[in-house]
């Protein structure tokens, strides 16, 4: 079993910044890829940064330039370096991840979610 333990969400005024934190633990062998997802109310869940082992990242075009994703592997652990927030950034936050159980099984894993507001 995999637990992701998300924190860091919170209210913010537009412009500010926040960094969540999603710490993974359990049967974990490998961790082959990390991310966030947010979702907005009435919205379907959409990506907003993957970071793969290798440290490749990729981000969603609403997003880029404002957000970091990073991940510290010792820790299993990945971070969202959220700036310049805006109203739409507004939902709540899942980080999941990709991991090789210590049975050698490969599942996506998520988070309980963690509520990000950002006022106007």
């Known amino acids: 079993q995999v637990q992701l333990v998300e924190s860091g969400g919170g209210l913010v005024q537009a412009g500010g910044s926040l960094r969540l934190s999603c710490a993974a633990s359990g049967s974990i062998f490998s961790i082959n890829a990390m991310g966030w997802y947010r979702q907005a109310p009435g919205k379907q869940r959409e990506l907003v940064a993957r970071i793969i082992s290798g440290g490749d990242t990729n981000y969603a075009n609403s997003v880029n330039g404002r957000f970091t994703i990073s991940r510290d592997n010792a820790k299993n652990t990945v971070y969202l370096q959220m700036n310049s927030l805006k109203p739409e950034d507004t939902g709540v936050y899942y980080c999941?991840?990709?991991?090789?159980?210590?049975?050698?099984?490969?599942?996506?894993?998520w988070g309980q979610g963690t509520q990000v507001t950002v006022s106007a």
């Open positions: 999941n991840a990709d991991v090789t159980t210590l049975t050698r099984h490969e599942y996506r894993y």
